[in-house]
Every structure is written in C-alpha cells, then in structure tokens.
DNA sequence: GTGATTTAATTTGCCTCACGAAATAAATCG
DNA sequence: CGATTTATTTCGTGAGGCAAATTAAATCAC
C-alpha cells in the first residue's frame, strides 16, 4: 500500500479537478466542487494552479444556465486544448494509423500507412513506425519537441509498466522492448500499450462508455482482444500484462487444443487461400458491411459457415467474460464485425445461450465500428492520461 | 474517485500500520517505518493511537536481533487478540463449519454440524445458521454481545457490498436479502461473502499466498469458484459480484452449451446413483487422499474416466484464467483434490498443454487441502479485514 | 442611476496530518 | 559511572482541506 502524505493528497484531488473539467466541458468551479465534493476553497487553489501551469483555461462566456439569473457569473473553466501534444498510434500487421491530438484529445492530423509488416524485423518495423510518427507530426505543422508523449497501441501480450512487448502477431521475435526502442529513436517519451486497451479508454473517454465506471470491451481483428475497465481504470492483470483473448482455449477437438484464435481470428475466417480475396479487402478496409453483406450472399457457404461458427466462439467467450466480470456493458470492436448479419446474429445467439440465467441482463452488448483512427485516438489518451495523472507541478515554482 | 482529506490520509497510514503488525508478527515501530516507509514519527503517532484503541499490545521482550546490541532496546508491538471477535462460517450443501475467531485471526472455536441443508427453505436454513453461530460463539465461553461481525461464505454468486444471494446452490430462491435476514436473526453486523473469495481471504492472511499481493485461487467443490487477489484485495468484479465458474462455458457439445459444472462439478464426477457411495462419502469428509486413491483402483473405470475429464476440463478453464489474469501464483482447493492422481494428472497435463506459450512458466500452480475450518477461518478474515478497514477511532476522543 | 439582493469566488483562521531535527529514554560497553 | 548506541518522543514547520467571513460582479427594484 502506498503511503499517503499532503502531496499525495493533493495528487488525487488534482487529477479529479482536472478529470473533471476534462469530461464536463466548460464548467464552473462551484459545479466541480458539487461534482467532486471538495470545498470550493479546495478547488479554488487546484484550479488556480492548474490554471498557473497552463493546463485549463478560463472562458467568461457560456454559462448555459444564463438568462436572468442574478448574481455573480460563473467563470466557465476548460481544459487547455495546447497544453500539450501527444500521438497516438494504431499498429495493425496490414497498416499502420497515426493521429496527434491536443491536451483534449482533439484530433490534428491523421495519417494511415496501408502497409503490411507483418512478420518484418522489428529494425524495419521501427524505421516505418518512427516515418509515420514524424510525418504526422509534420502534418500537424508540429515538430517532434512539441510531442510531450507518444503511446503505440498494437496487438498482443505487452506488458505496459515496462513497455515489453511480450509476443505480439506483428513481431517475429518474442519479449522486445520497443518502448526504450522507439523512446531512443524518437528522442521522446514512448509508450507501448496493447492496442484493445487503448481503445477501451477511447470509448471511456470520448466513446460509447463515458458515462460507466466499469466496463468490459472486446476486440475482434486479427488477434483478439481484451480491456477491462474498472472503477474508471483500465485493469491490467496482476503484472501489468494485456489479456490476450486468442488465447483462450474452447475445448478440445479432434486435434488436441482449440483455441478462440483458431475459431475466430481474422484468419481464421478468411481462410486467406479459400476466398477470393475480395472479401478479405472489404474487411481490411474496415468499409461497407453492406458491401460485405452482398459478398456473404453471393459467395459460398463455407465463407458463411465460417461466421457462424466465429460468431458462436465469440458469443460464448463473451458470455465466459461476463460471467467473470459482470459488467454492466461489453462493447464489441474490432474488423470483424464487418462481417455482418450472419455472424452478429450467431453470435448474439450463442452469448443469449451461454450466459449464466443468474446475470441475464446484467451485461449489455454494445457493438462499434469505429475506424481505426478512434483506436488511434485512444493509443493518444493513454499518453494523455499519463500527463494527467503525473504530478506535474504539483510542487511546482510558487508564484 | 473518492475525494482526499486529511482523515482519509490518516486512515490510510494507520491501516497500513495495523497490517504491517498484523503481518509481521511483533513487530517495533523503527521496523514498521522501515516497511510502510512512513516516518518514524508519524508511526509512533499512529501506533500509539492504536494503543490507545486496545487494537495493539507492547512487549518488551522478544527482540529477535538481542544478544549484545548497543542501544535502547526495541520496543514490540503486537494486534491485541482480544480487541474483537469475529465469527466465520463456510455454509456449504452438506455441511456447515463455524469458527469463532479473535482480532488476530486465532481460532477460538469450531463447530462443525454435518448437515444437508441443500434445498431446504430459507427459513430453515436461516435457523440452522442462527444455531451454528450461537452454539460455536458459546463454545468459545463467549456471548454474541462479545462478537462484532458475523461473516458467512457460502458458495454462488453473492453481491458482497448488499449482501444479496443472486443465486446459491444451496437456496431455492434467488436474490435473497441474506446478510439483512442473519443480521436481524443475530443482532450483530452479519456480512454474507463468497466462499471462495474466503478462502482467498485465508490464504493470503494465513496460507499459501501471504507473500503475494497478486494471486488466482480455484475452489474445487460442488460448485467451482474463483477469488482473485489483485494489490492485497479481493477482485470483486464490476458490481462487487462474486465469480461462479462453473457457469464458464467451455464448447458446444451434442446438446448445446456444456458448462464447467457439468464437467467438473462434484456431482457431474461422483454421478450419485452410479457409484455405490462410498466414494462419495470420503470426498465429502474430505479427507484420506490414500483411502480415495484406494478406492479409485479398486472402482469401475467409469469413475476414473469421470475424474481424467473433470481434471482436463478444470486444467483448460485455469489455463484460460491465467491467460486472463497472469498471477503468479494459482492456488487450487476443495473437495474434489480428494481425487487424487487420475484427476490431478490429467489437471496438470491439459493446464500444461492449453496454457499460451507465451505465459509458459508466469503461473505457479499450487494445490491446498485444507479443511473446511480453514474456509471458515476465511471468512473470520473477511470479517477482520472490515472491523481494520473501518475507521473506528480515527477520530476517537481525544486522550 | 443607485442601492438592495443574489450568487460566485477568494481570503482568513483553524484544524489535522506528515515530517525532519532535536531531545529524551534505555540499554551496553569500557 | 560515564560514554556510546539505538529507539522513541517532543517540538516546530509546512502543506492540505474546510467553514465562515469577505469581496466581486452581476440583476432587480424603484
């Protein structure tokens, strides 16, 4: 347990001020005194300070609640948008997404490399990796120095506190530490995070669970994955490590272990050789289930088959989740989904089977297509949340 | 997040202090500033607020550092056993062990009363209950005026922060009130927990995992439960649910979904009608893994096969929570170890063979007989922990 | 327009907490 | 018996939070 002194104190009441401003706009401090119960003297010298280092700014129009109320206006506080510059970036084994985003998230330039690097060395992995970072800094009309933080979110198991890449499907070799990698080649503050957590906190902060404090999310792309959102944090098992949902053992088949992977992995459906490769495009791309949709009807049934039966794994993993942690929404992402009908239903039939009658709509399916650039997004407010949390200035320079 | 004060703070450090002691045994306060890395100062501050609680004991000898040192000799502290008592009680479907604990966690008492109270109504049990707690409180030459906590583990899915039963193999009905009831029934703060989360409890406290601020326990019984360990705390899911793995799906058979407890339940093994009872007898008493082992050579291969797939079954479902969970440490008990071999074998052998290459070797599995006091003593724990956590005097009267 | 009223934000005074430095306590050593 | 050593307590300071009082900046009433 850590010890708890003043400056700890004041840590958490600061990133609570500041969390607070971050989710409810403009606000004035006596709502956030209301909001985070603390005094207003309390948040009066939090804000004064956050103020002094130029994280939040003040903004004396848009009260909302305006029209002849009398006395004294409140002073509307934000989140100071240049505070700081981050990337974010999507790594993916057949492209690459990058986006640099402000102190509030907002995105100031996108770039996507269509490039497959999968199974590449990682030297070459990093050179297009370092390429994509500094030309969508450029693009933001940025140089690197102005980047306080970048966060990488790829596929696998990684272990965040250390930015060890443990194995991941774009990585020949195992246990990489690309986080010190790319932090010396980019001269800046690198982290490495598994790519279904950094879309999990996009979805707490910008997506489909701002509102919940606890929620499960599972992505459906290449490799499938896990986040676990808990007590508005993402929870990283007992050493900091990715869940790996792949991974995850079905039962045993005719050929010893079945593993999810092998049920309901991008490639497992595609079968790559047995369709024609126009599908697989359509799903790479992210674009146009109705496009897909046409495909499914017109292509064989070993293609629809193959949904169904990802569909039914997926469904019961889903319900294997929830069964252990009972959240109040699972939000399903991820290429796959592009898949359609024939897999949504069947896996929404298989979840509806295999939940456990005892939490029977404790849990609701939530699904997202999100382009990948909200992935990326949410590599960035991982870094963001980093700057958030950090003391900063907490014994900053008195004024 | 909770919003910090100074009394937060306070109580933070001083249940630091408190479980510093309680863990390391005596204990002198340069030692617990040297562990908690508060100051010395604020120890002696704390410690003595302590003593003045009753919570802690000074002895003045047993410092284990003696013979010849210079210098004012250490001064140990101690938790006070007789600060509180506190009743723990595993209520399972054919039996029900109490035990009456002190503050430290001592076993003051046990009673065990070989029931089966499977299916019979609440208020029936509810009486069994009420008798067990006062027979074994009496047993401890104690009144129930003298007990401060009452906590009950009983296996299902129970909502421990309401105290609500959402569903129990020993209860017809669901969502039962069962801490209100039993709290009213004994006038005395009565908290209704998991039984695997107790015995998670227990081993943390006082077993195989008091090392460890991370860890994974499986309990093996007529129902199969979970208790995660995560930074010194149970995991207690979204809502504070309690996990149920014998809900956990694992495939689709020839009549659909097949649970874990079909697989590996202690019913699904023992198949009643098919063994002569014997068997089932030894399991239930727990006891005489040899005598088992025995009658497992001597028994009809049915049972051994029975037993060979339970244990791949349970050796598949802890592979899948360590690619979930990573602790470094999986603790397996219950009833159904009394298996003996066949099933641990077979255990061992799926575990090794379903559990991700890439997480090879990051699980220790550890398999715990304990009996069934040890469960109870559990839930004492869980009871303790709540009488440490709770601020009491923090701002007690001043001396 | 000018003062009363109302609401927001800041200032003041007080309390708790943690901590470092100095003082005190209780041993052993020579 | 005094010097030395180590543990614990006392004292003084600084940081933090909060309630109450004060100041600020509007609207309203006439």
Known sequence: MKTADPELMRAINRLSVLDTIRRHGPISRVEISERTELSTTTVSAITA??????????RHEGDIRNEAVRGRPRVMLEVNPDAARVVGAKIAASRMVFVVTNFRGDVLSTLTLPIRIDRQPIAVIADLVEDGVRRCVVDAGLSLEDVDTVCLGLPGVIEHRTGHVRSSPIFRETNIDFAAE???????PTIVESDAHAITLAHHWFGKARELEDMVLISLEQTLGLGVLHGNRLFRGAGGLSH??????????????VRLSSQAGE??????KQTDGRFAEAVRLGRGMTHVQAL????DDRLIAAAVRAGEAVGITIANIVTL????????????????EPFLNSLRDAYAL???????GVSELVFDDSTDDFWAQGAAAVALYELYES??????PAL
Request: no cysteine; net charge negative.
């Open 325 to 340: 942690f009972a959240p109040p929404r699972v939000i399903l992402v991820g290429s796959s989904l592009a898949l359609g």
């Open 182 to 188: 790319m932090s010396a080649r980019l001269s800046t």
């Open 354 to 360: 295999a939940v456990p009658p005892s939490l029977k």
């Open 391 to 396: 003391p900063w200035s907490t014994t900053g």
């Open 49 to 58: 300070s956050l103020l002094d280092d130029g994280l939040i700014l003040t």
């Open 296 to 299: 499914i009807q017109a292509d």
């Open 267 to 272: 490639s497992a459906i595609l079968g790559e």
């Open 244 to 257: 790996n949902l792949g991974d995850l053992v079905l039962g045993m088949g005719a050929q010893g272990i």
